[in-house]
């Protein structure tokens, strides 16, 4: 590590933030560190539109981290509160209440917001967003019994809130005009069938974006596109994407490019300053990736960014993870199954457990599982190593995936 690093400061106690901290503390990192958030206090996200939607969690249950864990790690956590300005001329961060906090290097972990895009009638209070606790229980306040719930987008997020909403027995329609939406993440064959799930549980999809909303007396009437008429609705929630914060990247001067762009170490164009979570896009040999918004990639980046701080070797690349979960299903992929060539289909698909794994030639590119974590694990290990696989073996349920990755 470089002598002078003595005063950390982390910008967002989301994931990101918190591994970095936890990162920089195990690799023995003994200066000054200090996270600041804006929230009540560090927690996560993936809950707010599963067990927390759900009522099954409560916020104190989100918390990354104990509360003593900061002291133990000596993290001092300073929220609420938010930075306004990155000071590379003073070497370090402005608090809204006009605070200074000196430090030799910055990790902006600083996440992003809920995407709302312009549509006419958007801002009544009915269309809500899911990105933040407060959100969330703004949302399940509407999600009772019999209500009529519009979800727009049928991605990740979509898709668990018309689960959930689903299971707490609302009548909900999906709209999205993707065909089927999640191709580009999970593959054309598994994102059809698992589309399909939605309807078989009672979700009315619908291929179809949202033009306007109106208030009405009847209630909130939305305007499907190609649709003669309009539907009415209790409420509606956006699930179409986030914005990455790059605001203080940018008034900092910092490259940013659809999101805050940093080298291999997460290091900004800002030595000073290092990136992580989702709003980052990472250049590798020259090429700019997109950000990849999943919890495990932020947990990687911080972990990769206390190695360049510290100068210890950071951990070694591995294929991107994530999963989801909807209607009782439990949905994990990595890897790159859109970018397969074949589909090898281990177990049936659409009869859980069942995994699929997308090859090029005889090398997995990617895999999707749903109720088989064992099958991802295995091909991940198979991504990374760019094992051979023999398309036959792969297929048998009875075959073991150990032994194929002995090879
Ligand atoms: C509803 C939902 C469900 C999800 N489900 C899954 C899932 O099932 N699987 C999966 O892989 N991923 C899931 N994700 C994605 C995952 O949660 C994110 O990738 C992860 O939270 C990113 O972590 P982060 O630290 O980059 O950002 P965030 O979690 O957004 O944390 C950023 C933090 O920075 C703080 N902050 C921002 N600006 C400032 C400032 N100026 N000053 C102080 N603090 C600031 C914010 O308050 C926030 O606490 C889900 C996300 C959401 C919203």
């Known amino acids: 590590m470089a002598a002078h690093v003595e005063r950390i400061v982390i910008v967002g106690g989301g994931v990101g933030g918190v591994s970095t901290a936890a990162a920089l503390r195990a690799g023995g990192y003994d200066g000054e560190l200090t996270l600041v958030d804006a929230g009540e206090f560090p927690y996560d996200r993936p809950p707010l539109s599963k067990e927390f939607l759900a009522g099954a969690k409560d916020f104190e249950q989100l918390a990354l981290q104990r509360p003593e864990w900061y002291d133990e790690q000596k993290v001092r956590l300073v929220n609420p509160a938010t930075v306004t300005a990155l000071r590379a001329d003073r070497a370090g961060v402005e608090l809204a209440d006009g605070t ?49 719930i519009l979800v727009v987008g049928a991605g990740l997020i979509g898709a668990e809130v018309a689960s959930t909403a689903r299971a707490l027995g609302c009548e909900v329609v999906l709209a999205d005009p993707a065909a089927p939406p999640l191709a580009g993440a999970v593959g054309e064959q598994v994102a059809a069938w698992l589309h399909g799930v939605h309807a078989e549980r009672g979700v009315t999809t619908v291929r179809a974006g949202v033009e306007s909303f109106t208030a009405t007396a009847s209630g909130l009437q939305a305007r499907l596109s190609g649709e003669e008429h309009p539907r009415v609705f209790d409420a509606a929630v956006l699930g179409v994407g986030m914005v990455p914060q790059t605001a203080l990247a940018r008034a900092a001067g910092l490259e940013v490019y659809g999101g805050i762009v940093v080298d291999e170490g997460q290091s900004t164009s800002n030595p000073a300053v290092l990136a992580v979570g989702d709003p980052v896009r990472r250049r590798c040999d020259g090429v700019l990736l997109p950000r990849a918004e999943h919890w495990e990639a932020a947990q990687l980046d911080g972990r990769r960014a206390a190695a360049t701080v510290l100068g210890t070797p950071a951990p070694a690349p591995t294929a991107s993870w994530f999963w989801t979960d909807r209607h009782g299903l439990h949905v994990e992929a990595v890897g790159e199954p859109a970018a397969a060539e074949t589909l090898v289909v281990r177990g049936v698909l659409g009869v859980p457990p069942f995994a699929a ?37 792969l297929a048998d349920p009875s075959a073991d995936l150990r032994r194929m990755l002995r090879g």
């Not at 006419?120 to 899911?130: A, C, T």
């Not at 997995?364 to 073996?393: E, F, L, Q």
């Open 100 to 148: 200074f906090l000196p430090a030799d290097r910055v990790v902006l972990a600083v996440g992003g917001e809920a995407a709302r895009p312009p549509i006419p009638g958007g801002d009544d209070p009915r269309v809500h967003v899911l990105r933040t606790a407060e959100d969330a229980e703004r949302l399940r306040s509407a999600l009772l019994p019999g209500a009529r």
């Open 357 to 393: 794994f997308g090859l090029r030639g005889h090398i997995v590119v990617g895999a999707v599982a749903v109720d088989d974590p064992t099958s991802v694990r295995a091909a991940r290990r198979m991504i990374d190593r760019a094992t051979t696989v023999d398309p036959g073996r």
